[in-house]
């Protein structure tokens, strides 16, 4: 599929030149005699570096407002799945090869899927916890889900957990990472360089998990 151009803005320079936009949008700066031709050969051979920029820019725009419409849509898990409204189910949100809607549930579609998203984040986050816990070796009082948006998860002076119902919008991966780093924090109370470490011993790889997350985290809601 060819790169839409936005706007292309000719000038008495000499050279061409691609600005990728905060909204993401593109704008090519050509000399005033430039060939369409060779201006979209211009755009073709930089391509990587535009959808790569593009990527960038769509990861820090804030969400836009949810339809609840079909076709839409929606993450668990790292996915991407479409939503349909079906006719006469019962429960309120399934999630199957998509989302399925009950149309009667359509008039409170975010809170259908809030709780269905606390219920999948309860029941994966508990054992995802347990595991680790018992991997490596941890102690924890409680776990909780909480409605944060940017604090992932949290643990109190006392082993107890939180996090986010949102993190399980994230990939397992990024999930494991949040686990992981909570789990340290109830030997490490600080963000220390043994802290660090620890969670380096567990998870050599964190660095990159971690960097997803400031990266996405803005999307991780409804």
């Known amino acids: ?10 000038s008495k ?3 061409l030149a691609l600005i990728v936009k905060p909204d993401a949008s593109l704008i090519v700066r050509a000399p ?4 369409e031709r060779s201006i979209r050969e211009f ?3 930089h391509a990587e570096w535009i959808l790569k920029k593009q990527a960038e820019a769509l990861a820090f725009l804030p969400p836009a407002p949810r339809q609840y419409v079909p076709g839409e849509m929606f993450m668990y898990l790292g996915k991407a ?3 349909e409204i079906v006719k006469g189910q019962k429960r309120p949100l399934l999630l199957e090869e ?3 809607l009950a149309e009667s549930a359509r008039s409170h579609a975010a809170r259908a899927f809030e709780r269905w998203y606390r219920a ?20 924890y009082r409680k776990i909780g889900i909480t409605s944060a948006r940017t604090r992932w998860g949290s643990c109190s002076a006392n082993g107890s957990l939180n996090f986010s119902w949102r993190l399980i919008l994230a990939p397992m991966e990024v999930v494991d990472y949040v686990v992981i780093h909570e789990l340290v924090h109830t030997v490490f109370h600080n963000h220390s360089k043994r802290f660090w470490k620890k969670v380096e011993k567990i998870m050599p790889d964190y660095k990159e998990r ?7 985290g803005q999307q991780l809601t409804l």
């Not at 999948?120 to 102690?139: C, M, N, P, S, W």
């Not at 971690?210 to 996405?216: A, E, G, P, S, T």
């Open 13 to 15: 320079r000499k050279t």
């Open 98 to 100: 998509d989302f399925k």
């Open 43 to 45: 755009i073709e051979t």
């Open 210 to 216: 971690r960097k997803w997350l400031r990266k996405n």
């Open 32 to 35: 005033l005699r430039a060939s």
């Open 120 to 139: 999948q984040a309860k029941e994966i986050l508990t054992e995802r916890v347990h595991f680790h816990a018992g991997q490596y070796d941890f102690e």
């Open 1 to 10: 599929m060819p790169i839409e151009v936005n706007q292309i803005v000719r």
């Open 81 to 83: 799945y479409p939503l």
